[in-house]
């Protein structure tokens, strides 16, 4: 029952090249910043990853997509990242872009064994009618276009549907786990961790404070040690290490007398 692992490099040992990752993390919240260094340092290449973004100000997946060790993405946000616009739009990379809410269902049912579902997100869009641009050609022309879905009525309303999703690996980051790979996220950066562990056949977890079976209440843990095959408790630096993707500072209200 001993899930940890020595070293973030033993715990991807068995990533190969053209595997799929299913990656936790938004922007820069939550993100397994270690584990995926590690992938990156294996050198495996032709990745198929599944993640809201990949990567944000030279970080998380922003290190396997500069490298180009990545083929494929599918994800719901592209955002500021000029390097993901750039080779998507330059055919270096295949990108499927869904609704968000759409990307977090289709983990999580991979992860329940439910393969398809019906939603209403997406109807009467390319993303059910087919012909999102999958991949350009490098010269403004699409290469590789989005297939149409199936839709159906349901009670006078059109549902499309999506298929559940299953990687070959999830990588997540937690802010406390035990060896039992029982995990507890903070706040926000639970976001995609929890679906992303599910949907992966071999999940990996990094944990920023690991603790023994039975510290953990039983009613707090966020994601149980079922779906989580490996555990790697990170140094205090590492687990320390966490960076601000915007940082907005209020100006004080100021009147005729003065700040207040």
Not at 162 to 181: C, K, N, P, S
Not at 186 to 195: C, E, G, H, V
């Amino acid at each position: 029952m001993d899930k940890v692992v020595a070293s973030a490099a033993e715990a991807v040992a068995d990533v190969r090249d053209g595997a799929t990752l299913a990656v936790g993390g938004f922007g820069l919240s939550g993100v397994p910043d270690v584990l995926v260094h590690a992938v990156y340092d294996k050198g495996v290449e032709g990745l198929g990853i599944v993640s809201n973004n990949c990567g944000a100000m030279d970080r998380g997946l922003a290190v396997l997509l500069a490298a180009g060790r990545i083929a494929r993405v599918t994800g719901s946000y592209i955002g500021a990242n000029k390097e993901f616009a750039r080779r998507y739009l330059a055919g270096e990379l295949e990108v499927e872009m869904i609704p968000q809410g759409t990307l977090a269902e289709r983990l999580r049912a991979g992860g329940a064994g439910i393969p398809a579902f019906y939603t209403p997100a997406g109807v009467g869009t390319q993303v059910a009618d087919g012909g999102l641009p999958w991949r350009y050609d490098g010269s403004g022309g699409i290469a590789v276009a989005s297939p149409p879905k199936e839709v159906r009525e349901f009670d006078g309303r059109r549902y499309v549907l999506e298929h559940g999703i299953r990687t070959d690996f999830g990588l997540v980051r937690a802010a406390r786990g035990d060896r039992h790979g029982n995990l507890v996220f903070a706040k926000s950066a639970r976001n995609f961790n929890p679906l992303a562990a599910m949907a992966g056949q071999v999940t990996i977890a990094e944990v920023e404070q690991l603790v023994e079976p039975g510290e953990i209440d039983p009613d707090h843990v966020h994601l149980p040690g079922i779906f989580v095959q490996r555990v790697v408790a990170l140094t205090a630096e590492q687990a320390a290490d966490k960076q601000i993707e915007r940082r907005t500072v209020a100006v004080p209200e100021t009147s005729g007398k003065g700040a207040r």
